[in-house]
C-alpha cells in the first residue's frame, strides 16, 4: 500500500533525479558528480519503493528497523558531503588566494 | 651602497588619511607601496596621487594578506628594509629613520614600534592588547610591551622566516610568534599612541580569534 509519505518521497527522488540530470548536461556537475548523487536518488527511490522486502532483510542482517537504516546511511551521507563540501571550499580559497597574490605581484612589479 | 627602504601601507577605506601618511612615508623611504586592500572609497587614487606604488586587490583578503602581498613586492623591487605602517595615521613615518639606525647599530633583524597603553587608546584596546601581550609572553617566552602594533621594521633577510599565513588581523600576533620561534633579534622602540579612529582596527571578535590561534601556534611547536 501506497502512503502519502511514500509519495512524496518517489517525487522528491524524481525530481532530483531530473535535476541532477539537467546541471550534467550543464555542465555544472561533472561525471563522478552525476554518479554519486543519481545514485543516492536511485537508493532513496528504491528504498521507499521496495519498503517491505527491506524491511525483512534489515531485519535479519542488521537487526534493525528500515527507518532506522535510512536515517542512519542518511546521517553517514551528509557527514561525508559536509566533509567534501568543507575540503573543495578550503581549496577554492587556496586557489582564488593563489590568483589575487599572483595578480597583485604582477602589477606591482611593473609599476613606476 | 645605500639600502633601499621600502614602506608598505596595507589601507582599506583610507581616502581621509592615505595622503599625508604616504607623503610622509615618502620623505623617509625610497619607496612607498600602498596595497589596496579593494576599498570601497578612492582611498587607490588618492594614493597613487601622492606618490604611492598602488596595488588593488581583486577581493578584500584582509590586513595580513595585504601586507604579505606588500611585503613581497617590497623584495622583487629590491628592498633592503622593510618597514610597515599602518594607512590611518596611526604611527609616524618620521620615526622610521630613527628605527633604522637602531637595527643598523645594535645589528638586529627587527624593530618593533611600541606603543604606551596610555589615555590615547581607549579603554577597551588598552584591555585587549595587554591581555594579547600577556598571552604572548607567558606561551612564547617573549618579552614583548605591545604584541599589536603594526609598525615594524625588518631587513630582507628576517622577511623569510617571518613571513605569516594569517590573512587577517591574527597577523601581528603570528608576527611576534614567528620571532619567537626563529629566534630573531628584535627590541621594540617607544612611538606615539595615536588613535585617529576608535571604532577600526581589531574587534573583540579579532582579539578573541588571535587567542585561540595563539595557543594553537604554541601546540604546534
Not at chain 2, 18 to 23: Q, T
Request: with cysteine; charged share 25%; glycine share 6%.
Amino acid at each position: 500500500m501506497i502512503r502519502i509519505s511514500h509519495f512524496i518521497a518517489i517525487i522528491y527522488s524524481i525530481i532530483m533525479l531530473i535535476l541532477t540530470y539537467r546541471l550534467y548536461r550543464k555542465n555544472k556537475l561533472n561525471f563522478l558528480g552525476l554518479g554519486i548523487w543519481t545514485s543516492i536518488w536511485l537508493a532513496l527511490f528504491a528504498g521507499i519503493l521496495l519498503f517491505d522486502r527491506i524491511e525483512t532483510v534489515a531485519n535479519i542482517l542488521l537487526g534493525m528497523r528500515v527507518m532506522d537504516v535510512f536515517v542512519f546511511g542518511a546521517i553517514l551521507i551528509i557527514f561525508i558531503l559536509l566533509f567534501l563540501l568543507n575540503f573543495n571550499i578550503v581549496e577554492n580559497k587556496r586557489k582564488v588566494q593563489e590568483i589575487i597574490e599572483e595578480t597583485a605581484l604582477r602589477e606591482g612589479t611593473k609599476k613606476k | 651602497m645605500k639600502e633601499k627602504i621600502v614602506v608598505v601601507i596595507p589601507a582599506y577605506n583610507e581616502a581621509k588619511y592615505i595622503e599625508k601618511v604616504v607623503k610622509r612615508a615618502k620623505a623617509v623611504a625610497d619607496e612607498v607601496v600602498v596595497v589596496d586592500d579593494r576599498s570601497k572609497d578612492n582611498t587607490e587614487a588618492v594614493a597613487r596621487k601622492a606618490g604611492a606604488i598602488v596595488v588593488r586587490l581583486l577581493a578584500n583578503m584582509g590586513a595580513g594578506f595585504s601586507t604579505r602581498i606588500g611585503c613581497d613586492l617590497a623584495l622583487k623591487r629590491g628592498a633592503d628594509i622593510i618597514a610597515t605602517i599602518d594607512a590611518d595615521g596611526q604611527h609616524e613615518p618620521e620615526d622610521i629613520p630613527k628605527m633604522l639606525s637602531i637595527l643598523k647599530k645594535e645589528d638586529l633583524d627587527i624593530i618593533f614600534g611600541s606603543r604606551q597603553r596610555d589615555k590615547n587608546m581607549p579603554i577597551i584596546k588598552r584591555i585587549g592588547n595587554w591581555g594579547l601581550s600577556t598571552l604572548t609572553k607567558m606561551l612564547f617566552n617573549i618579552n614583548i610591551n605591545d604584541s599589536q602594533t603594526g609598525f615594524h621594521v625588518f631587513t630582507k633577510k628576517a622577511y623569510p622566516r617571518l613571513r605569516w599565513d594569517s590573512s587577517r588581523y591574527g597577523v601581528v600576533s603570528e608576527f611576534v610568534v614567528k620571532v619567537a620561534k626563529s629566534n630573531l633579534r628584535f627590541i621594540e622602540v617607544p612611538i606615539k599612541t595615536i588613535y585617529t579612529d576608535k571604532k577600526t582596527g581589531m574587534n573583540k571578535k579579532d582579539a578573541l580569534k588571535s587567542a585561540v590561534k595563539m595557543v594553537k601556534w604554541r601546540l604546534e611547536k
